[in-house]
């Protein structure tokens, strides 16, 4: 059964500094992996999809990279920003299903201090 | 820019009672999903939808749930006879693509239904 675990947990960082979210998932087998935002009571925010043949994306400041065989997935954020604050959540897309289900992550809560 | 919305916002039900959670998806996208997020806990997937039936379910989608597509344009969950444990916020998601290695399957969110039973 797909576990998708994410580390750390919450991250408190200040302003202006690089930083990187780890997710990590128990079987390879994946079709693609998507990183999501989520502000507190919202919805997702879709922020960029990897696809499994794919090493990594780019949007703005954001870059996550996809290690399928290790079962790794990194999202890179440069030059954080209080408006950067949320939670970020990985989710992947098994083999296997009749259809794209997600299998979420546990989520990583970033304060960005101004 | 296109995207997923869900009414109502907010819904407070009292034990027992039927709740139907709505949700348009994107024009052009062919499949629909539920999900739900208990406080606090992670994103889980409930169904899938597609061409007017289901197509994959969790253990959590039990007879008390069921999903509809009553015309060209709403997506809706029904939730029979709630429980305490039902309060959660429900997300409606689509895509357009079918699953592949070779083509775009990003899944897009609304913005939630918060459901609370009392």
């Known amino acids: 059964k797909q576990e998708v675990t994410q580390i750390p947990a919450a991250l408190s960082v200040p302003e202006g500094e690089n930083l990187v979210l780890n997710c990590s998932f128990t079987d390879s087998a994946i079709y693609n992996l998507q990183w999501f935002r989520q502000d507190p009571g919202k919805g997702l925010t879709s922020l960029l999809l990897i696809q499994s043949s794919q090493r990594e994306q780019t949007s703005g400041r954001l870059n996550a990279s996809l290690d399928k065989s290790s079962g790794r997935s990194t999202l890179y954020i440069a030059a954080s920003q209080p408006g950067d604050s949320a939670t970020y959540l990985c989710a992947v897309t098994p083999y296997g299903g009749a259809t794209n289900k997600l299998i979420f992550g546990t989520g990583t809560l970033l304060a960005v201090q101004p | 820019e296109p995207e997923v919305t869900q009414t109502p916002s907010h819904q407070v039900t009292q034990m027992g009672q039927e709740v139907i959670l709505r949700c348009v998806p994107i024009?052009?996208?062919?499949?629909f999903y539920w999900y739900r997020q208990i406080l606090g806990q992670k994103v889980e997937f409930l169904v899938s939808?597609?061409?007017?039936?289901?197509?994959?379910k969790s253990e959590i989608f039990d007879d008390q749930f069921s999903v509809e597509r009553p015309d060209g344009s709403n997506f809706t969950l029904k939730i029979r006879s709630t429980k305490l444990e039902d309060s959660a916020m429900y997300f409606c998601?689509?895509?357009?693509?079918?699953?592949?290695?070779?083509?775009?399957?990003?899944?897009?969110f609304g913005q939630g239904t918060r459901l609370t039973v009392v």
């Open positions: 939808f597609y061409n007017n039936e289901i197509s994959e």
């Open positions: 024009s052009n996208h062919l499949y």
């Open positions: 998601a689509s895509s357009r693509d079918r699953r592949s290695d070779f083509s775009i399957t990003e899944a897009f």
